[in-house]
């Protein structure tokens, strides 16, 4: 049987996959330590004059205690390099297990710190137990018990409080607090799963180049050949997109589908577009920008969905601007396997020509 590197991972490559994913967790535990004392010193200041000083530092000596233990733990993590790989599984539970006591002294803070008659505090409170919250997205997801051991008892504490309240303000906000802490777990759960199916494809190529690097002299030598032309079809593209970027003429390709495709230098510069209205790719958003700089837009943009309909047709026509310039554009359908699956525009200067349609 051949080489298949899209079925399911073996044992060891899920190992592996594991360990990176807990390896992750321990290279940002410093960056995220820092932040959280950070967070706590700017609450435990707001809060000062509104709850028991003592209270106040007895929950800040308990987050730095605990900030500290995870920190010593990272360095131990980082000093056993023998053996990750197969107690990569003790690591995650000792990670995990610090992460609870983490997010339940934050807890804490939604109980202890949160004087019920004062609103700015509940926002004040609410407001950094969601930003722990919603950090812990990214640095918790490669393993998704991570997060849910940190994130669970750090908000459920604050939501119980504010959904037994009778002020009905209190209540709503305990609603609130329940729906973001459900869309949080979910967008971890995505990132989850968006971290394995990258590390998995990462292995995947990793074991595949093996089997290549192991195979016969024959297989290398296609393997070399396939990366010889994906370099020439590079330096390909780079070739014709340098020749469309030094043309006097605007280009601009869009699909029947309502997607840009290519553009050139030239055209957003006749055009003034800025290249951050090109990042979603919809050349409705695109089209609406050209249309405003005209004096018909309408008629431009109705012109523009006829040419959709009519998808053999090539006209020429001449396009009128509000501060008096005059261009002309030639649009002409481009096919894919003989079927036509967009337009290309060009767009120049005008200049007296029979024929034109002016719009």
Not at 175 to 202: D, E, G, P
Request: glycine share 6%; proline share 4%.
């Amino acid at each position: 049987m051949g080489y298949d590197p899209t079925s399911a991972p073996s044992p060891a490559r899920s190992e592996r996959i594991y360990a990176q994913q807990v390896r992750m967790l321990y290279e940002s535990a410093p960056i995220s330590q820092a932040g959280t004392l950070l967070v706590a010193a700017i609450l435990a200041w707001s809060e000062w004059g509104k709850s028991d000083h003592l209270m106040i530092l007895v929950w800040l000596l308990s987050l730095t205690t605990i900030a500290i233990g995870r920190l010593l733990l990272t360095l131990a993590y980082r000093g056993a390099q023998a053996g990750q790989l197969e107690k990569a599984g003790m690591w995650s539970l000792l990670f995990v297990g610090c992460a609870a006591l983490a997010g339940a002294a934050w807890g804490c803070a939604g109980i202890y710190l949160l004087p019920l008659p004062d609103l700015v505090s509940h926002l004040m409170v609410i407001f950094a137990l969601g930003g722990m919250a919603a950090s812990g997205v990214g640095y918790l997801a490669p393993v998704a018990s991570a997060y849910i051991a940190f994130s669970a008892p750090m908000l459920l504490p604050v939501i119980v409080r504010l959904l037994l309240q009778s002020d009905p303000t209190l209540f709503k906000m305990g609603i609130v607090s329940v729906a973001y802490l459900v869309v949080m777990t979910f967008l971890a759960w995505r990132t989850h799963r968006t971290i394995k199916t990258i590390l998995t494809l990462q292995h995947q190529n990793e074991d595949l180049v093996e089997h290549l690097e192991s195979s016969n002299a024959k297989l290398s030598a296609e393997v070399l050949d396939r990366k010889t032309a994906q370099r020439t079809l590079g330096e390909s593209v780079s070739v014709l997109q340098a020749t469309l970027d030094a043309t006097a003429e605007g280009i601009l390709v869009l699909d029947f589908a309502g997607q840009l495709v290519s553009y050139n230098r030239r055209f957003l510069d006749m055009w003034k577009v800025p290249e951050e209205l090109l990042d979603s790719k919809r050349a409705e958003i695109l089209l609406h920008h050209l249309a405003n700089q005209l004096r018909e837009p309408e008629v431009f943009l109705a012109r523009v969905r006829e040419l959709y309909r009519t998808k053999s047709e090539e006209p020429r026509v001449r396009l009128e601007f509000n501060d008096g310039k005059i261009f002309e554009r030639l649009s002409v359908p481009y096919s894919v396997d003989g079927a036509a699956v967009g337009r290309v525009w060009t767009f120049q200067v005008a200049t007296e020509r029979r024929g034109s349609t002016r719009v």
